[in-house]
């Protein structure tokens, strides 16, 4: 049913919001923000009921593929979806025991999910250790991996808590990472021969915090754009909550290894949420814009980074009670329309698309019946049934 499934896919991704138990509310961004974006906001959102969208939590969009789970501490069972083609990939549960006080920090995956190669990776954060499952899609294993003693070597010298990795970012193949202490960059390598163990290789760069403005809330993100990373930092409030929003990016140039501040990024759009971060082309006028959403807040704005202003829009007003966060979903455009409405894989099986209920037609029949000693003769404009048949035969 159409209701069912997510609105056709545009040139910049779906501003989606939990809207009630069961349903979702649609936003189409609309880039750059016009006069007649005002007057159609209202025009440009549609209310769906995507099953495998209910109840779960979104933690990353990637390759045009959605990392679901059950619930927000590990628990439950995780899922990729696709929202064009409907393909929804169950995975099998970690079997790994969790520390009560351990949660999940965020998830990325390497590549799509048709690529053999592809795995899940799952970054958690402990009061006693720190480490990362990894699962690969095409067999559905986990492994475990840790890098306590890892992450101790590049620090040098003591902490006093335990530090972890997060905003994990993919380039050109390759996974990076931040620590959280001393914000240094890592890359991140696996070891066949070692089943247990990470090898961290650090940058010898950090994240470059700006402490000129100070803030009572800083929102660091890293983010894959065409073959580079961004790092965004959205500072929010400044000596106070109510001093409004700054947004600053960074781009990390590889081969010399340091950061290089973006004035403006022509041909890039940036879209922010409280869990991760996407980004895709443009080949609009109006200047580098940031959108961002916050947590527990239904606005969304738009940060223009050259003439340092904030739009600020209301696209789903008339949320049902519970809402969730808005999340950013960006769709496959290489999908074309015919791969929407293909039969849908779920944990390898196929499964069949909802069939649509027919409206029952009131059948007039003209029956003509000539009694014979031999014969009757029963005739109906739309065929026989069986129930029409004569009791004797």
């Not at 991704?13 to 609309?30: A, E, K, M």
């Not at 099953?51 to 969009?61: A, D, I, Y």
């Not at 795995?119 to 095409?138: A, H, K, N, P, Q």
Request: with cysteine; aromatic share 10%; charged share 25%.
């Amino acid at each position: 049913m159409a209701r069912q499934r997510p609105p056709p896919p545009a040139a910049y991704p779906w501003l989606v919001y939990g809207n009630g138990f069961r349903d979702q509310s649609f936003h189409t961004i609309s880039h750059p923000p016009s006069n007649q974006y005002y007057k159609d906001l209202h025009n440009i959102s549609c209310v769906r009921s995507v099953p495998e969208l209910c109840n779960k939590v979104v933690w990353n969009s990637c390759h045009g593929w959605l990392i679901l789970s059950d619930d927000d501490n590990g628990d439950g069972q995780f899922s990729l979806f696709n929202p064009v083609t409907l393909e929804c990939i169950l995975l099998p549960p970690s079997n790994y025991n969790l520390d009560p006080q351990t949660t999940i920090d965020t998830c990325t995956l390497s590549s799509p999910p048709t690529d053999p190669s592809c795995m899940l990776f799952i970054f958690y954060r402990g009061l006693r250790r720190s480490r990362i499952l990894i699962c690969r899609i095409e067999n559905k294993h986990w492994i475990e991996k840790r890098y306590d003693e890892e992450i101790e070597a590049i620090h040098e010298r003591p902490i006093s808590n335990k530090d972890s990795l997060h905003l994990p970012v993919f380039c050109n193949g390759k996974l990076y990472a931040s620590t959280r202490t001393y914000s240094q960059i890592v890359s991140i390598d696996m070891v066949e021969q070692d089943p247990i163990n990470l090898v961290l290789k650090p940058l010898g760069i950090g994240l470059p915090w700006n402490y000129e403005y100070p803030s009572t809330r800083l929102i660091p993100c890293l983010v894959e754009s065409d073959g580079d990373i961004y790092f965004i930092n959205l500072i929010c409030g400044g000596r106070s909550s109510t001093d409004g929003f700054r947004v600053e990016i960074f781009k990390l140039d590889l081969t010399s290894v340091i950061w290089e501040r973006m004035e403006s990024v022509k041909d890039r759009v940036f879209f922010l949420c409280s869990k991760y971060a996407i980004s895709c082309p443009t080949d609009q006028v109006g200047g580098t814009c940031v959108y961002f959403t916050l947590f527990r807040n239904k606005s969304l704005y738009a940060y223009n980074i050259e003439d340092d202003s904030v739009s600020v829009f209301l696209p789903c007003p008339y949320l049902c009670f519970p809402w969730k966060s808005p999340i950013w979903v960006m769709p496959d455009l290489r999908l074309t329309n015919d791969d929407r409405g293909k039969a849908v894989h779920i944990d390898g099986k196929k499964r069949a698309k909802p069939r649509r209920r027919r409206r029952r037609r009131r059948r007039q029949r003209k029956e003509v019946v000539e009694k014979g000693e031999d014969e009757k003769i029963l005739e109906a404009n739309e065929g026989l049934n069986l129930l029409d048949l004569p009791s004797d035969i």
